[in-house]
């Protein structure tokens, strides 16, 4: 089992797991496991402009609404495997002409091999060629980068260019979901990572998710999980 963000998901062959930057994650001790680790920061993929980019980043790895993993062919895992193989070699080669950019398009060709062939269980498909696909991935975008301080339909319709109206039209074709409950989960699972991985009081918890009232985050909190977030954490620290 991999335990991604408070979750057990099953490891079988021939899978990919997605793990984006503050990720609460561990394999179990049960079992020796044998894969591969690409482990890169988000600056290595910087490029913000094109949809494509974009995709790879945001529909890829930061996508809280759907399954942290993909499966693959086995076929697809040997022509995968030549890739990863290529990047051991130029990892060694430093000084090499164009190193940096020889390692970023092996990582993106990885990448979008992952996009075109990998089966992502529970989770519609999203092509970048459709309007309404492209808008969702790019709220996605918007939500990872503004969440600790933007919580509204509104606003993120605002920071797109586009009414409400069309934002909820839009998710809804690609997530079958609202906008608000996919900001509402990306804010309490910061929440439960912060409550269960940081120093912080719950005050201060609520105070870096942008709720003035603390007293309101508590009641946001119950509403989203059913728990208090101090009965989170004693039920959590008891597993």
Not at 8 to 13: A, K, L
Not at 38 to 67: Q, T
Not at 99 to 108: E, G, P, S, W
């Amino acid at each position: 089992m991999h335990h991604v963000d408070f979750i057990d998901y099953p490891v079988s062959d021939d899978t990919i797991f997605f793990v984006a930057p503050g990720q609460v994650h561990a394999f179990d001790g049960a079992n020796d496991y044998e894969g591969v680790i690409i482990h890169f920061n988000a600056s290595f993929m910087a490029d913000e402009e094109s949809s494509e980019s974009i995709f790879m980043k945001y529909d890829v790895f930061n996508a809280y609404d759907s399954l942290p993993y993909c499966k693959i062919t086995s076929e697809e895992a040997d022509r995968l495997m030549l890739l990863v193989n290529e990047m051991n070699r130029e990892y060694s080669l430093t000084g090499a002409f164009a190193h940096r950019d020889y390692m970023q398009n092996l990582l993106r060709l990885y990448l979008i091999r992952i996009h075109r062939s990998g089966e992502r269980k529970e989770m519609q498909k999203l092509y970048v060629s459709c309007i309404a696909n492209r808008t969702f991935v790019r709220f996605r975008q918007l939500l990872e980068q503004n969440f600790h301080r933007v919580h509204t339909v509104q606003d993120y319709a605002d920071l797109l260019n586009i009414s409400v109206r069309t934002l909820t039209k839009y998710v809804s074709q690609s997530a079958h979901r609202s906008p608000l409950k996919i900001i509402n989960e990306r804010i309490v699972l910061e929440a439960k990572r912060q409550i269960l991985h940081s120093t912080l009081s719950i005050k201060e918890v609520a105070f870096q998710l942008g709720f003035e009232d603390p007293s309101y985050f508590v009641k946001f909190f119950k509403r989203m999980t059913g728990k208090m977030p101090k009965e989170f954490k004693n039920e959590a620290k008891d597993r």
